[in-house]
């Protein structure tokens, strides 16, 4: 919609700067330059930011007051400082929360945020305003590369807020579609059956791009394939996130959307972490983040190229810092250089999160986020893992929250399976805790039968 784009771009970004004191704008341009800055520059620029933070932390923050004294003898090198600060695990943090909060911070200042993450283990924290604008920035920054501007329209094959009463989610999709020009598909309700009505959709709004789940865009992508259905209308790009985007799945959405496919790296309690250029590079953004690649079980960081854990240092939240967060991926660092002429580093690989599409009773696809979204709103499990052997026959496994478990919370969790799977039957059972998966995550929605075809359609 090109009048509502003009409107935001012209219109209700400066209002919002004007009125709300937004600085997205803002930080997008001094990424914008940045981007363009010598490494080493880039490489002193953020080193400045994470000594000024390190110095806020030790001062302000009790969980590293105790380091104070050491921090000022080596404030003169704060990479090998932070080396020596313990590595902060989601588990760790989720106990001991209230320990990373900056004393004396208004209430007001804290944006409140609560993810399951690729783990399904809930996890609250708070973040600040610039924070929050500076992520919005880089994402923009990323789009940008590929032509793509604040107030393009979009359609999102997204998941719907579960939590929102009827009100809320009509002024949810108020605000998405004209103050932000989004619409949103369901990424819970995908129906081979209703494949023309999803298409239809896309076509009368006429998007500049589409931006979702990985596999959600993947199955899209396949059931146009098969009917030999194309989208009929230009896309700049397809932008995949929240899941490792494999290259089988690259080709497959890129080949049905007939457009390129932008891979987005972040976590909702780590940010907008990389996105790819136009040259298919992976450019972390070093500006608003420091990242670290250790091994997973001594925390020593590994060589570029080789794959480690990812650690991720928020250098611009300073109301609840979190230094050396385990995101719980897998990454790595790469040494090319790139032709795109941005000068951010590279990442060489990314073992993000594998999500998996679930075929409901109905034939419709159920995205694995939809079962995350309702644990991560109940107290009663500190983490799960639902498998679906076959449509009919799943296995719940929960990890009970001690002294918090509620029998109507697994009740609620049972009812909202069946809600999106139709009459299934679930084997629950109660762990102390959830393997790993070979690449070192617990996987918490897992689909072992094939997707495609997997009941008639009537």
């Not at 004007?18 to 990424?31: A, C, G, P, S, W």
């Not at 932008?262 to 953004?285: K, L, P, S």
Request: charged share 25%; glycine share 6%; hydrophobic share 40%.
């Amino acid at each position: 919609m090109p009048i509502t784009g003009f409107f935001i771009r012209h219109l209700q970004w400066p209002l919002m700067e004007m009125l709300k004191e937004n600085r997205t704008r803002h930080y997008l341009q001094d990424l914008r330059l940045a981007q363009n800055l010598d490494k080493d520059v880039l490489l002193d620029r953020q080193r400045l930011k994470l000594g000024k933070l390190l110095q806020h932390a030790v001062q302000n923050v009790p969980a590293y007051k105790e380091f104070a004294a050491e921090w000022k003898e080596r404030s003169d090198s704060p990479e090998r400082f932070l080396q020596r600060l313990p590595v902060l695990t989601k588990n760790h943090f989720r106990l001991h929360g209230d320990q990373y909060l900056t004393e004396g911070v208004p209430p007001h200042k804290l944006i409140s945020n609560r993810t399951g993450g690729s783990t399904g283990e809930p996890t609250r924290f708070f973040l600040e305003r610039a924070a929050v604008e500076r992520y919005e920035a880089a994402r923009w920054l990323g789009l940008s590369w590929h032509g793509i501007q604040m107030g393009d329209p979009c359609v999102m094959i997204w998941g719907s807020p579960l939590e929102l009463n009827q009100q809320q989610a009509r002024r949810y999709r108020w605000k998405e579609r004209w103050l932000k020009n989004r619409l949103l598909l369901s990424a819970y309700a995908l129906d081979e059956r209703r494949l023309e009505t999803h298409l239809r959709f896309i076509q009368r709004f006429r998007p500049t791009y589409l931006y979702g789940y990985t596999s959600a865009l993947h199955t899209l992508a396949q059931m146009m394939l098969d009917r030999g259905w194309t989208l009929g209308i230009r896309l700049k790009a397809v932008v995949s996130t929240a899941e490792t985007l494999h290259e089988h799945q690259r080709k497959t959405i890129m080949k049905a959307f007939q457009a390129p496919v932008i891979n987005e790296y972040g976590a909702r309690d780590g940010g907008i972490i990389a996105y790819q250029c136009h040259a298919g590079h992976m450019h972390a953004f070093s500006d608003n983040c420091f990242l670290e690649v250790v091994d997973p079980i001594t925390h020593i960081p590994v060589f570029p190229g080789k794959t480690g854990a990812l650690l991720v240092t928020d250098l611009h939240n300073t109301v609840m810092p979190r230094l050396r967060y385990q995101v719980g991926d897998v990454i790595a660092f790469s040494q090319e250089e790139c032709s795109c002429g941005i000068n951010f580093p590279l990442l060489s690989s990314i073992d993000g999160r594998e999500d998996d599409m679930f075929i409901a009773q109905n034939g419709q696809y159920v995205h694995g986020h939809y079962f995350n979204h309702i644990v991560r709103n109940l107290d009663s499990f500190r983490t799960f893992q639902l498998v679906q052997h076959e449509p009919r026959r799943l296995s719940l496994k929960l990890v009970k929250e001690p002294d918090r478990y509620l029998p109507a919370d697994e009740a609620r969790l049972l009812a909202g399976i069946r809600s999106a799977l139709g009459d299934v039957h679930i084997q629950v059972a109660y762990v102390d805790h959830i393997p790993l998966s070979p690449s070192g995550k617990m996987r918490y929605a897992i689909r072992e039968c094939p997707l495609m075809n997997a009941l008639p359609l009537e």
